[in-house]
């Protein structure tokens, strides 16, 4: 057998998709020589693309075991252990073969991959940057540049990767839907709905665009349209968390509360760990007169007994109370430090306080910065854009950057951070203006509020101690 000449056959029919006659190519040269690297990592690709993820690590661990030295084999293993979330080795691997091969842009690709599976989305921008830098047209390198900015809510540079990828695939759906997500996230909803369209036109609907359409839909306000589409998908995927999640919005939008409710409770069976379903669940309490103040703190609390249930705190050193006479660092975190009633209601606030007393830092999630924003930044003693970030990430540099009291603004409602309050990095944290309710999160100390808010009497209903303003 000419061992050469028959991996590039193999090579090639897995190029060209005809898995099962490369496999059946690169058994037959196992069969001679066992030890031929380029065999097993043919064999890898072609487990991978079956679904058959165990034996490909197999394949791709053996290939780079008989020859350490192939950046290839080690792009390889990289790119299928980020398919088995195995995000760390996955990240030695792709570096590894990135420092074999500088230039190697699907070394850079993996890498990026990697990070991202790990949720460190900025290092997975960056990764991405250096693989389109070597290869300026790799539309597999934009593509997921694209949907990692939209994950740290750089959305107008994503529809940009997004158009880019179009112009070298016209057509293809998974760019149009990566570019709808980014308009839709721009406030250009008409245009985002167009995209998912596009996306939709070329055959069988798909059910991530679909759900992504139907968001759309909701945000339009064509309420009735959304809930067909979200039906539409629960009927193909029945047990499809966020759907069923967004099916209860657009339910509760029309005022069917029963329903939604209905839903909610599904979509927590179902993923007992998303944030969004856990505060639709709790909003749609509320909104319900049947609940009572006892029922509702209850509701709460299992509420967040659900979501960070396990969840390590790491100790934060000397408890001794604050005793110096430097000024009081208080930490607020918002996704509303712009023109939104929170950021309006705050801002006076903001610029009135004396530095030399208070320090306010503000770890901001807001998507659209606006002339608020502008002025939130330059009333802040220190400002860090949050967006993208992990909680156990915001939680550390809280730590780092010595915040005495944390304030939260939002409480269950949307993109809230409740999980950087459950890792207790700060020793006073409160709640405040957000939400109309206790947040059931016993890592909250205690909760601002005035008469109307809580009255006199109502303090058993929360689990925070009430300050009265």
Not at 226 to 246: C, I, K, M, W, Y
Not at 349 to 363: K, N, P, T
């Amino acid at each position: 057998m000419d061992v050469p000449s028959e991996i590039r056959r193999s090579f090639e029919l897995f190029a060209a998709g005809r898995l099962d006659e490369a496999a059946i190519v690169a058994g037959e040269v196992l069969s001679v020589s066992p030890e031929e690297p380029s065999a097993h990592r043919v064999l890898a690709g072609v487990f991978l693309r079956r679904g058959q993820l165990d034996q490909a690590l197999v394949s791709a661990r053996r290939a780079w075991e008989i020859d350490p030295s192939v950046p290839e084999a080690a792009a390889n293993l990289a790119a299928i252990l980020v398919e088995a979330r195995q995000g760390e080795e996955a990240e030695r691997m792709a570096r590894l073969a990135t420092e074999m091969a500088p230039d190697f842009v699907s070394a850079w690709v993996n890498l990026g991959l990697a990070c991202r599976c790990q949720l460190r989305h900025h290092d997975a921008v960056d990764a991405f940057r250096r693989a389109i830098q070597l290869q300026p047209g790799h539309h597999g390198a934009l593509a997921n540049l694209g949907n990692v900015l939209c994950e740290v809510g750089e959305y107008a540079e994503a529809a940009e990767c997004s158009r880019r990828v179009l112009q070298m695939r016209p057509g293809l759906a998974a760019a149009e839907n990566n570019l709808g997500n980014a308009l839709l996230k721009l406030g250009q909803i008409d245009e985002a709905i167009l995209a998912y369209g596009r996306a939709l036109a070329g055959g069988p609907g798909d059910s991530e665009i679909e759900y992504n359409l139907a968001i759309a839909l909701e945000q339009a306000g064509r309420l009735s349209e959304s809930e067909d589409v979200q039906r539409g998908v629960l009927r193909r995927v029945p047990g499809h968390a966020r759907a069923t999640n967004n099916l209860g919005v657009a339910l509760k939008l029309q005022g069917r509360l029963e329903e939604a409710a209905e839903q909610f409770e599904r979509a927590v069976q179902h993923s007992p760990r998303s944030v969004p379903a856990v505060a639709n669940r709790l909003s749609t309490i509320l909104c319900r007169p049947s609940g009572s103040p006892e029922e509702i703190l209850v509701a709460h609390r299992e509420s967040c007994d659900l979501l960070w249930e396990g969840l390590e705190v790491p100790a934060l050193g000397d408890a001794n109370p604050r005793m110096s006479d430097s000024p009081l660092r208080v930490g607020f975190i918002s996704p509303d430090f712009g023109h939104h009633p929170v950021g309006r209601f705050l801002l006076s606030g903001f610029e009135s306080f004396d530095a030399g007393r208070v320090q306010a830092v503000c770890f901001s999630d807001r998507i659209q910065v606006d002339a608020f924003t502008d002025r939130f930044r330059s009333a802040a003693e220190d400002w860090f854009d949050i967006r993208g970030r992990d909680d156990s990430v915001v939680a550390e540099w809280v730590r780092d950057v010595g915040i005495d009291v944390l304030v939260d603004l939002t409480g269950h409602t949307g993109r809230h951070r409740l999980g950087v309050f459950a890792r207790r990095p700060a020793r006073l944290q409160l709640t405040w203006i957000g939400y109309p309710s206790t947040t059931g999160l016993p890592a909250i100390d205690g909760l601002v509020a005035d008469e109307v808010l809580v009255p006199e009497g109502a303090e058993t209903a929360f689990c925070e101690r009430i300050i009265r303003l």
